[in-house]
T-cell receptor, first 114, second 118 residues
Framework: AQSVTQLGSHVSVSEGALVLLRCNYSSSVPPYLFWYVQYPNQGLQLLLKYTTGATLVKGINGFEAEFKKSETSFHLTKPSAHMSDAAEYFCAVSDRTSGSRLTFGEGTQLTVNP | GAVVSQHPSRVICKSGTSVKIECRSLDFQATTMFWYRQFPKKSLMLMATSNEGSKATYEQGVEKDKFLINHASLTLSTLTVTSAHPEDSSFYIC??????????????FGPGTRLTVT
């Protein structure tokens, strides 16, 4: 079985500050890892994903995440927050035995203060 | 590319009636479509997985007779909430994985449907 834990249901940063959203996973096999963003009353948009290869993954809108196997983590970062980054962020894991089936974390609401 | 649409985006129905939600992949063929339910301020809960031409696989605790899923073609899946009750009110989101790109394990999400049962 696989699971995802997102530490901090709410994160608040100032505009221009570093964004760090934490994600830890549990998987019995090497995982595929994803970060999605959701704006109010909308579906999910893929920010970035890790499957194989380079452990530092760059995504859209200036976000990046690093897969750390030893820490079972896949934290999402952005050097400088914009007001438009305010949204709900979900970390998800898919293992290779379950096809495309995703297991989501509980989500982190990011607030960006002016 | 890889756009998924849902219709309607918002629906209000009376208790006891049925409502159908459509999920379409607009520019690709979808091997598999997934239906999720999202409660306010909560994460996505997978309800069922459907493959074109076969019966959907429901997650534990999801009533298959209440949430009917039909995956008639490689671009269309429908979710019918039968005999809806207020507790079925929720945000329903579908997603699809692309035929031939299953190895990417990527899902493309629709914009969601807000169901309110009065």
């Amino acid at each position: 079985a696989q699971s995802v834990t997102q530490l901090g249901s709410h994160v608040s940063v100032s505009e221009g500050a570093l964004v760090l959203l934490r994600c830890n996973y549990s998987s019995s096999v090497p995982p595929y890892l994803f970060w999605y963003v959701q704006y109010p009353n909308q579906g999910l948009q893929l920010l970035l994903k890790y499957t194989t290869g380079a452990t530092l993954v760059k995504g859209i809108n200036g976000f990046e995440a690093e897969f750390k196997k030893s820490e079972t983590s896949f934290h999402l970062t952005k050097p400088s927050a914009h007001m438009s980054d305010a949204a709900e962020y979900f970390c998800a894991v898919s293992d290779r035995t379950s096809g495309s089936r995703l297991t989501f974390g509980e989500g982190t609401q990011l607030t960006v203060n002016p | 590319g890889a756009v998924v649409s849902q219709h309607p985006s918002r629906v209000i129905c009376k208790s006891g009636t049925s409502v159908k939600i459509e999920c379409r992949s607009l520019d690709f063929q979808a091997t598999t479509m997934f239906w999720y339910r999202q409660f306010p301020k909560k994460s996505l809960m997978l309800m069922a997985t459907s493959n074109e031409g076969s019966k959907a696989t429901y997650e534990q605790g999801v009533e298959k007779d209440k949430f009917l899923i039909n995956h008639a073609s490689l671009t269309l899946s429908t979710l019918t909430v039968t005999s809806a009750h207020p507790e079925d009110s929720s945000f329903y989101i579908c997603s699809a994985s692309e035929l031939g790109r299953e190895a990417s394990y990527e899902q493309y999400f629709g914009p969601g449907t807000r169901l309110t049962v009065t």
